[in-house]
């Protein structure tokens, strides 16, 4: 069986844990069934409602349904299109699901005076729902190697471009999304902090790389990715999304084996990740994410949902609140 596939996943199969506990989703894409990965709205509607108890979505920025003409720094905008029109028919044709709330969109950050144009037509065509850009750095070393190789210039957090565009975000109070890998990590602190009026997020901990030279060395390179994070972390302005670890590109090698990880297997492997971040930005600026269908490759939503919940169950009551909704909410100004 492949893995990712329904019968794939089918072989692990658990209770939800705590299923009354509110959850935001802060992170999840939507494709077409011809797109990178098909994963359209009767997907996300299965997953989300498969037990816990999630309450709204975040879809972030994938290059799905842009526009194939006009002017080329507005072509973006037609994923907010796109993902605008979907949410609306998620609302009618699925009440029940929980509704897609707030859109991360993307926009070349290095446009100068053309970015406020993007902008607004992103608000345009969010119709209500569009709340942040993503304008990834994560650029690969040993793209070969990757099934999602980040093909950003490796010295972009550096441009005064690029710099000049997040702090306009910070001046229209438009949060900012970044994916990068673990060797960035330390250049992305120092954006941090040249940017102290721009609300950052930080996508899958900065995704740890666990293939091509990176292939088997997760305990030798996590003492480095402690320190980066805390670097980062000193960084008020940045809060952290904790989830995107079960990607192929970590290497854990879920996606490989026969059947999908258990819960306990997951937290296993993965639990010292979430518990660095959670130490060192604190609960008030973590949210959990699912970074579903990409995640999916490797484990189900179910099984995701109760290995964070057996994360976070050492944490208190305000502390998992904040983990598994109130930041999410915040950050992208969701309803209550």
Excluded at 16 to 22: A, E, I
Excluded at 51 to 57: V, Y
Excluded at 306 to 321: F, M, P, R, V, W
Aim: glycine residues 8%; hydrophobic residues 40%.
């Amino acid at each position: 069986m492949d893995a990712g596939t329904p019968e794939w996943l089918a072989q692990v199969t658990e209770p939800v844990l705590d299923p009354d506990r509110p959850i935001v989703d802060p992170h999840h894409h939507l494709w077409p069934p011809d797109g990178f990965i098909g994963y359209w709205l009767d997907d996300l509607a299965a997953d989300t409602g498969s037990g816990h108890n999630i309450t709204a979505t975040v879809f972030v920025e994938c290059s799905a349904g842009y526009r194939t003409d006009g002017p080329a720094h507005l072509r973006p905008v037609g994923e907010t299109e796109f993902v605008a029109a979907a949410a609306a028919e998620l609302t009618e044709r699925l009440p029940d699901a929980p509704p897609i709330g707030a859109i991360v969109a993307h926009a070349d950050l290095a446009l100068g005076a053309l970015l406020d144009e993007v902008l607004d037509a992103h608000e345009e065509a969010g119709r209500g729902l569009f709340r942040g850009i993503r304008d990834a750095l994560a650029s690969a070393v040993e793209p070969a190697a990757m099934m999602i190789p980040g093909g950003a210039a490796p010295d972009r957090y550096a441009d005064t471009a690029f710099r000049d565009g997040l702090r306009r975000l910070g001046d229209r109070d438009i949060p900012y999304d970044t994916w990068l890998y673990h060797y960035q990590l330390a250049d992305f602190a120092k954006l941090a902090g040249s940017v102290p009026d721009t609300l950052m997020v930080l996508d899958h901990f900065g995704t740890p790389v666990g293939v091509g030279r990176f292939a088997g060395r997760h305990d030798e390179l996590f003492t480095q990715w402690q320190a980066d994070i805390a670097s980062v972390a000193a960084n008020d302005n940045v809060v952290a999304k904790l989830g995107g670890l079960a990607m192929p590109d970590n290497g854990f090698g879920w996606n490989l084996a026969e059947a999908p990880p258990s819960s306990d297997e997951f937290v296993a492997a993965q639990q010292r990740y979430y518990h660095h971040a959670i130490e060192c930005f604190g609960p008030q600026r973590c949210m959990f994410e699912s970074n579903f269908p990409v995640d999916k490759m490797s484990l189900s939503y179910t099984v995701l949902w109760n290995g964070l919940k057996k994360i976070a169950a050492s944490y208190s009551e305000t502390e998992q609140d904040a983990m598994f909704s109130g930041t999410a909410r915040r950050v992208y100004r969701l309803p209550d």
